[in-house]
């Protein structure tokens, strides 16, 4: 019940608050209206039997002969010194006081009382007063309905009043674009609790410009540094490469600088496209995806080295994607350089159909415990290489273009991955 009022909306919540303090009092001035009235009754009868039996009681002590009133209403009986008298049964053995007592389908109220050895008997038929108030009461159950059906209905006004303020500043800041955030939500807002709402949006909007010009001046000087660095390591290693006098050896360390730095250069453009706030900078151009697949196995190959890895490679031409080719090719080349690193010998299989890319390999696999962490940020198993941002940047990119990601391992049995992008 608490969890359900957490989640409801502040206008139910005020609305059901409005309903249930009208049923709550409607049905306590219904209990209370319903016990006056039924104390009322029970002392007007009280009294009627009380003035009925002195009366008797002084006629009979004038005419000892007297007979005890009987009418529709009133039924009286009397019990001399020695016992005589024509008692019923279920009265005789009443103490003195007022009883209820029901005969049948008859409710009566009595009153008992013993004088000088007599014993008096005054019943008071209260069929008809108790058929009065279940009537009385059944009215006062249908007003408590209607009070708690228009205080609910006043809640519900009550409750779009009130909350109206609030609901139009949520829609302001829910649909505030960027070009909004120089004007300020407490100048629409001036005054009360949503004006002091409005001030602390206003501020934590300040806060927020602050720190993003600082996150975009960050990554611009980290961009035009690294790809500066970047720059000059490649042009080095092109040199280096060049120089006839290295032997095979050699050239192979600095070919693997070189690829380092590309992959590094690669790497940094798609992080910087992926922290990009405006969704069309980051997702602009087409792509075939049977082209990146080839480069990216044709760039990776290196990785295989002398291996008995056999490499099965199947595209289809025709699935072009809404998608940068930068952030693509990074996609592509994280899931074929994971197969080609951690496959020591069998196959490796990449295949691209008209919906999907799958790639599979017979490596080491993924531990059974390891498997639902795999995409998280900087997750890596013991026997892992790297940083473990691989399979979390990929989840990052499918996350950003709607695609699936599946991943399928297990210890020493491969692993396969599948990117539906349909």
């Known amino acids: 019940m608490r969890?359900?009022?957490r989640s409801a909306s502040?206008?139910?919540?005020?609305?059901?608050?409005f309903a249930l303090f009208g049923a709550l009092l409607s049905l306590l001035m219904a209990f209370m209206l319903y016990q006056s009235a039924h104390d009322l009754g029970q002392r007007l009868i009280d009294e009627t039997l009380t003035a009925e039996l002195d009366d008797y009681m002084a006629r009979r002590e004038r005419n000892p002969h007297s007979l005890p009133p009987s009418t529709v209403i009133v039924q009286g009986y009397v019990k001399d010194a020695a016992?005589?008298?024509?008692?019923?049964?279920?009265?005789?053995?009443?103490?003195?006081?007022?009883?209820n007592v029901s005969v049948g389908q008859l409710a009566y109220r009595v009153a008992v009382l013993e004088r000088q050895g007599e014993r008096y008997f005054l019943l008071y038929d209260i069929s008809l007063q108790q058929r009065r108030e279940q009537?009385?009461?059944?009215?006062?159950?249908?007003i408590a309905i209607v009070m708690t059906l228009v205080s609910a209905l006043g809640g519900?006004?009550?409750?779009?009043t009130v909350v109206a303020p609030v609901s139009e500043l949520a829609a302001r800041v829910r649909h505030r674009g960027v070009e909004d955030w120089e004007r300020s939500l407490s100048d629409e807002f001036p005054g009360g609790e949503v004006g002091e709402l409005a001030r602390v949006f206003d501020r934590q909007l300040i806060r927020m410009r602050a720190f993003i010009e600082r996150e975009r001046a960050f990554g611009a000087d980290v961009s035009h540094e690294l790809r500066t660095a970047l720059a000059v390591i490649l042009s080095a290693t092109e040199v280096l490469l060049s120089d006839e006098?290295?032997?095979?050896?050699?050239?192979?360390?600095?070919?693997?600088?070189?690829?380092?730095?590309?992959?590094?250069?690669?790497?940094?453009?798609?992080?910087l496209l992926m922290a990009r706030e405006e969704r069309s900078q980051a997702m602009g151009g087409t792509s075939s995806l049977s082209e990146v697949v080839e480069e990216a196995v044709a760039k990776h190959r290196h990785l295989l080295g002398h291996k008995p890895v056999e490499i099965e490679v199947h595209t289809n031409p025709g699935l072009i994607l809404a998608a940068d080719r930068g952030v693509l090719d990074i996609l592509v080349s994280n899931l074929i350089r994971n197969a080609f690193a951690y496959t020591a010998a069998g196959t490796v299989a990449i295949v691209q159909d008209a919906h999907s890319l799958t790639v599979s390999d017979t490596?080491?696999?993924?531990?059974?415990g390891a498997v639902d962490q795999v995409f998280l940020r900087h997750f890596r198993d013991m026997t892992s290489e790297g940083a473990g941002i691989g399979l979390?940047?990929?989840?990052?990119?499918?996350?950003?273009?709607?695609?699936?990601?599946?991943?399928?391992?297990?210890a020493a049995r491969g692993t396969t991955v599948t990117v539906e992008f349909s």
């Open 3 to 5: 969890q359900a009022l």
């Open 10 to 17: 502040l206008r139910s919540r005020v609305a059901l608050f």
């Open 83 to 99: 016992g005589n008298g024509d008692v019923p049964a279920y009265l005789s053995g009443l103490p003195d006081g007022r009883h």
């Open 135 to 142: 009537r009385f009461a059944l009215q006062l159950g249908l």
């Open 156 to 160: 519900v006004w009550l409750s779009r």
């Open 245 to 271: 006098r290295l032997n095979d050896k050699q050239k192979a360390r600095i070919g693997r600088i070189e690829r380092a730095a590309r992959d590094m250069a690669e790497l940094g453009t798609a992080l």
């Open 363 to 368: 490596g080491k696999g993924i531990p059974g």
């Open 392 to 410: 979390s940047l990929v989840k990052r990119i499918c996350d950003r273009y709607g695609w699936r990601v599946r991943l399928d391992s297990g």
